[in-house]
């Protein structure tokens, strides 16, 4: 491999799992509010696919108006709801951050269309709109209990996009407090709206709250299967 990560600086710290035979394939995830990259890259290892690396980088700590103090974001947050306010210059620039780590793996050999983002929550957000504002094709997206930021601006925003006939995994949690499923499935109206409808699949969870759970976990390694296939 060749590259310094010293020039991509979620890149420096991140948590990579990487391939165990030859790596022709990479999943960048990212985590919720407040939690670390540590944590998605064991789940991530538990599915692991050997040809695929999975970075999980940590969001840096910032002010968070929604909590008032200052922890793990990729953007700030005012609310959870549609209606709530947004942090669009944050929201582009932790963007445009997601961007380095995916033009940095192309540079290092792995084509667009072998690389996915994805995340849980707030970085399942990030991923949706890094995704749809991304020029080049990617392989996928997975959005788990999670939302589309600055939904007001697509489709228009997706119009240079190369991922309007990406694949998109999105999961939810029938129960989730936190970030309602009538949320999730106001999204996937939207995404309808952005992208090739077909190419989006919306699985809900009954029971569940806000984080994961096995069955989630076993359509998360079915897409990358699927996806991303050993070459």
């Known amino acids: 491999m060749c590259g310094n990560n010293m020039s991509v600086p979620l890149l420096a710290e991140a948590v990579t799992v990487s391939a165990t035979v030859k790596e022709t394939a990479a999943v960048i995830f990212l985590h919720g509010l407040g939690d670390s990259g540590h944590g998605w890259a064991d789940a991530l290892a538990m599915i692991r696919q050997p040809h695929v690396k ?20 990729w953007f700030d947050l005012m609310g959870l709801s549609p209606e709530s306010p947004e942090d669009e210059a944050g929201i582009k620039k932790a963007s445009e951050n ?79 407090p936190m970030i309602p499923v009538q949320f999730g499935a106001l999204t996937y109206e939207k995404l309808k ?5 077909d190419k989006i699949s919306f699985k809900t969870y009954p029971g569940l709250l806000h984080s994961s759970c096995p069955q989630e976990m076993a359509a998360v390694k079915e897409f990358i299967e699927k996806y991303l296939p050993r070459i």
């Open 98 to 176: 997601i961007k380095a780590i995916i033009d940095h793996e192309i540079k290092n050999g792995i084509p667009a269309n072998r690389i996915m983002i994805g995340g849980f929550s707030q970085g399942g957000a990030l991923s949706l709109y890094t995704a749809l504002t991304y020029q080049q094709q990617l392989a996928g997206v997975i959005a788990l209990s999670c939302w589309l930021p600055l939904h007001r601006t697509f489709p228009q925003a997706a119009s240079g996009s190369g991922n309007r006939n990406t694949a998109i995994l999105q999961c939810h949690g029938e129960m989730d």
């Open 193 to 197: 709206t952005i992208v090739n409808h």
């Open 54 to 73: 999975y970075i999980c980088p940590h969001a840096p700590r910032i002010p968070v108006t929604l909590n008032k103090v200052t922890m793990p974001s």
